[in-house]
């Protein structure tokens, strides 16, 4: 028993290197290919359809990422999927249009997500899923925060510079300007993550023979769908879960343009303020991991409503002092609260249906959320609204949304105990 565990443990720190590295290389991208628009004279408003065409792939593919995860060991799925981002980044290194190419990433991330979460659920026991969320919440983040300075620091001229110093003997990379030279680091990011996958043990987990039918992979997922929805912890859980993520994408770019507009800081500044907000999220997902068992899950609600909130403050900040301390606040918020809630919905989702499957259902619904807000937000620059006019918009829509939420899961209580359904498995 003593080896299981320790196998378990190592499988566990694996997959944890393995994400930190993906995830460091996809948030460097994405401020790389920000830079990159910025070269080519590109509208403001095409800078958020950066993020959009990346989670585009989670909707359009989510009946049949959850089956393709569920087919294949879950290492083997991540390292095929990794392979893919590094098209990816390799086709921007190419002269590809950065939304094309970063589409093609988010094409990888899309069947990458369904693995990442699903070998949790297949490795620990259900009351260790919200402190193995916390970890991996936690290490996301981190490689957020790592990954937004390295771009940073990659589009930096004195940086590239730098790159572009470095001479290898007898060898010409066609290396030749500071985009190619960034995508180059990525790129090498990207290979470690790789070879990390390469190492993840097999579980032993094996699920029935996959449907390959493309119509019946559609009501499959139909089917998952509206199984999470009607569930009554379920469609709580995928709620917040779902605005989190939508609400996290936007203000990502909110963050930017704010950094821009009210603080006067450039795109390589501004890209550590978003690192400092997720420095709160890293924070607040590691208390949370500590803190709040399973069962707690649901009592961190009200702190959705505190965020949405205390967002609304950033409009009176002028001062980059007072906006790190704000943002982390705002980020500690935001994980302490999402932590508890993904992990109760991976176990609904895993008490109610495959691993893979659930997590296709959770990845449609909160990359919808997150293409409908940036949508939305695009609109609103193109219309040249004010920054400080957004934020508000921005704060009372999270805020009002999770009241709805918890008046929802009032409602739900009074019709069922819903603590003793925590406890409730399959037959």
Not at 284 to 312: D, E, H, S, Y
């Given at each position: 028993?003593?080896?299981?565990?320790m196998?378990?443990?190592?499988?566990?720190?694996?997959?944890?290197?393995?994400?930190f590295?993906?995830s460091?290389?996809?948030?460097?991208?994405?401020?790389?290919a920000?830079?990159?628009?910025?070269?080519?004279?590109?509208?403001?408003?095409?800078?958020?359809?950066?993020?959009?065409?990346?989670?585009?792939?989670y909707?359009?593919?989510?009946?049949?990422?959850?089956?393709f995860a569920?087919?294949?060991?879950?290492?083997?799925?991540?390292?095929?999927?990794?392979?893919?981002?590094?098209a990816?980044?390799?086709?921007?290194?190419?002269?590809?249009?950065p939304?094309?190419?970063?589409?093609?990433?988010?094409?990888?991330?899309?069947?990458?997500?369904p693995?990442?979460?699903?070998?949790?659920?297949?490795l620990?026991?259900?009351?260790?899923?919200?402190?193995?969320?916390?970890w991996?919440?936690?290490?996301t983040?981190t490689?957020i925060?790592?990954?937004?300075?390295?771009?940073g620091?990659?589009v930096?001229?004195?940086?590239?510079?730098?790159?572009?110093?470095?001479d290898?003997?007898?060898?010409?990379?066609?290396?030749?300007t500071?985009a190619?030279?960034?995508?180059?680091?990525?790129?090498?990011?990207?290979?470690?993550?790789a070879a990390f996958?390469?190492?993840?043990?097999d579980?032993?987990?094996?699920?029935?023979h996959q449907?390959?039918?493309?119509?019946?992979?559609?009501?499959?997922?139909?089917?998952?769908?509206?199984t999470?929805?009607?569930?009554?912890?379920?469609?709580?859980s995928?709620?917040v879960?779902?605005?989190?993520?939508?609400?996290?994408?936007?203000?990502?770019?909110?963050?930017?343009?704010?950094?821009?507009?009210?603080?006067?800081?450039?795109?390589?500044?501004?890209?550590?303020?978003?690192?400092?907000?997720?420095?709160?999220?890293?924070?607040?997902?590691?208390a949370?991991?500590?803190?709040?068992?399973?069962?707690?899950?649901?009592t961190?609600?009200?702190?959705?409503?505190a965020?949405?909130?205390?967002?609304?403050?950033?409009?009176l900040?002028?001062?980059?002092?007072?906006a790190?301390?704000?943002?982390?606040l705002?980020?500690?918020?935001?994980?302490?609260?999402?932590?508890?809630?993904?992990a109760?919905?991976?176990?609904?989702?895993?008490?109610?249906?495959s691993?893979?499957?659930?997590?296709?259902?959770?990845?449609f619904?909160?990359?919808?959320?997150?293409l409908?807000?940036?949508?939305?937000?695009?609109?609103?620059?193109?219309?040249?609204?004010?920054?400080?006019?957004?934020?508000?918009?921005?704060?009372?829509?999270?805020?009002?949304?999770?009241?709805?939420?918890m008046?929802?899961?009032?409602?739900?209580?009074?019709?069922?105990d819903?603590l003793?359904?925590?406890?409730?498995?399959?037959?």
């Amino acid at each position: 028993m003593a080896r299981l565990n320790m196998r378990m443990n190592r499988g566990f720190y694996t997959i944890m290197a393995a994400q930190f590295f993906s995830s460091l290389a996809d948030n460097a991208l994405l401020i790389a290919a920000i830079a990159l628009l910025t070269t080519m004279n590109s509208p403001a408003w095409m800078t958020p359809l950066l993020k959009l065409f990346f989670v585009l792939s989670y909707v359009l593919l989510a009946a049949f990422v959850g089956a393709f995860a569920d087919s294949l060991p879950k290492g083997r799925v991540m390292f095929i999927t990794n392979l893919i981002k590094i098209a990816g980044c390799a086709m921007m290194f190419a002269g590809l249009h950065p939304l094309l190419a970063y589409a093609v990433v988010g094409f990888g991330a899309a069947a990458y997500s369904p693995a990442k979460y699903g070998i949790l659920t297949e490795l620990l026991p259900p009351e260790k899923l919200v402190a193995a969320n916390g970890w991996i919440e936690g290490l996301t983040v981190t490689s957020i925060i790592l990954g937004t300075v390295m771009g940073g620091a990659l589009v930096n001229s004195r940086v590239s510079a730098a790159l572009l110093g470095f001479d290898f003997p007898m060898l010409d990379l066609g290396i030749d300007t500071a985009a190619e030279a960034a995508l180059t680091v990525i790129t090498v990011t990207y290979l470690i993550a790789a070879a990390f996958n390469l190492r993840i043990p097999d579980t032993g987990a094996r699920y029935p023979h996959q449907e390959r039918n493309p119509i019946r992979l559609i009501a499959d997922f139909a089917g998952c769908f509206t199984t999470l929805w009607k569930d009554k912890l379920g469609q709580i859980s995928l709620a917040v879960t779902t605005l989190f993520w939508g609400a996290g994408a936007t203000l990502q770019f909110i963050v930017l343009k704010w950094a821009e507009k009210s603080l006067g800081m450039a795109l390589d500044k501004g890209a550590i303020l978003q690192g400092v907000f997720a420095v709160g999220v890293a924070v607040g997902a590691t208390a949370a991991a500590r803190f709040v068992p399973l069962r707690k899950a649901l009592t961190v609600m009200p702190l959705g409503v505190a965020m949405g909130v205390i967002v609304m403050t950033m409009t009176l900040v002028k001062s980059v002092w007072v906006a790190y301390p704000l943002l982390v606040l705002i980020g500690a918020l935001a994980g302490y609260f999402v932590v508890p809630m993904n992990a109760l919905l991976q176990h609904r989702g895993h008490v109610l249906m495959s691993a893979g499957h659930s997590i296709a259902v959770q990845n449609f619904n909160e990359n919808l959320s997150v293409l409908t807000m940036l949508m939305l937000y695009a609109l609103m620059v193109k219309l040249n609204l004010d920054i400080n006019f957004v934020i508000v918009l921005f704060g009372l829509f999270v805020a009002g949304m999770m009241f709805v939420t918890m008046r929802r899961h009032d409602a739900n209580q009074r019709q069922f105990d819903s603590l003793s359904l925590i406890g409730e498995h399959k037959h």
